[in-house]
T-cell receptor, first 111, second 111 residues
Framework: DTAVSQTPKYLVTQMGNDKSIKCEQNLGHDTMYWYKQDSKKFLKIMFSYNNKELIINETVPNRFSPKSPDKAHLNLHINSLELGDSAVYFC??????????FGPGTRLTVL | SQQGEEDPQALSIQEGENATMNCSYKTSINNLQWYRQNSGRGLVHLILIRSNEREKHSGRLRVTLDTSKKSSSLLITASRAADTASYFCATDASSARQLTFGSGTQLTVLP
C-alpha cells in the first residue's frame, strides 16, 4: 500500500497554463507539506499544513496555492506557469514534527 | 540561506569502505534528521537524533550530533552499491515549525 501518493508523476505544459498536482496520504498524519526540488537537488519547503494552520514560505509566489479538501489530501494548484517553475515537486506528511514520509514526486516541465 | 549544509557535496568510495558525511547548521534545534534519496525517487527517512543525544545507531548507520559545534555526521559502514544515493540532513529548529533541508551529499559506491 502506498503511504504518500502523488499524481501525475510527469507534467509537461505550456507557459501561462494553470495546473494542479494531487497528493494523498493514508498514514493518518496530521501535517502535510509541499517541497520544490530544483535541478541541483536543493529542496525547498513551500507549504506546511495541518487542520489548524497553513504555514507559507514567504518566498513562494502567490501563483502557488495549496488546497486541502480533507486531512488526507493536500493538492497544489499553480496559476500562470512560468519557465522557472520547472522542477520536481514533492508532497510529504508527518505526525507533528517527527519523520516525514515523502511521495514519489511530480516532475513538472514548463515549455 | 540554508539551515543545513552538507559536506562533502559528492563522495565516491569502493564497496566495503565506510562513508562519512557531515552536516552543519546555524540555529538551535530540537532534533536533526537524515534522509536518503535514490535517483528519481522521494526522500526516505533514515534516522532522527534529538538535541540531547550525542550518538545514535541504526543497522550500518551511525549518527553523531555536536550541538556546541552545530554539526552532525552520518557514517555508513561497510558500504554497498545499493547505498548509492543523495543524503540530506534536515533540522527542526527550535523557533520553526517545519524541517529545513541541507544541500545534500551525493554518495557513489563503486562495486
Amino acid at each position: 500500500d502506498t503511504a504518500v501518493s502523488q499524481t501525475p508523476k510527469y507534467l509537461v505544459t505550456q507557459m501561462g497554463n494553470d495546473k494542479s498536482i494531487k497528493c494523498e496520504q493514508n498514514l493518518g498524519h496530521d501535517t502535510m507539506y509541499w517541497y520544490k526540488q530544483d535541478s541541483k537537488k536543493f529542496l525547498k519547503i513551500m507549504f506546511s499544513y495541518n487542520n489548524k494552520e497553513l504555514i507559507i514560505n514567504e518566498t513562494v509566489p502567490n501563483r502557488f496555492s495549496p488546497k486541502s479538501p480533507d486531512k488526507a489530501h493536500l493538492n497544489l494548484h499553480i496559476n500562470s506557469l512560468e519557465l522557472g517553475d520547472s522542477a520536481v515537486y514533492f508532497c510529504a506528511s508527518s505526525l507533528g514534527l517527527r519523520e516525514q514520509f515523502f511521495g514519489p514526486g511530480t516532475r513538472l516541465t514548463v515549455l | 540561506s540554508q539551515q543545513g549544509e552538507e559536506d562533502p557535496q559528492a563522495l565516491s568510495i569502493q564497496e566495503g569502505e565506510n562513508a562519512t558525511m557531515n552536516c552543519s547548521y546555524k540555529t538551535s534545534i530540537n532534533n536533526l534528521q537524515w534522509y536518503r534519496q535514490n535517483s528519481g525517487r522521494g526522500l526516505v527517512h533514515l534516522i532522527l537524533i534529538r538535541s540531547n543525544e550525542r550518538e545514535k545507531h541504526s543497522g550500518r548507520l551511525r549518527v553523531t550530533l555536536d550541538t556546541s559545534k552545530k554539526s552532525s555526521s552520518l557514517l555508513i559502514t561497510a558500504s554497498r552499491a545499493a547505498d548509492t544515493a543523495s543524503y540530506f540532513c534536515a533540522t527542526d529548529a527550535s523557533s520553526a515549525r517545519q524541517l529545513t533541508f541541507g544541500s545534500g551529499t551525493q554518495l557513489t559506491v563503486l562495486p
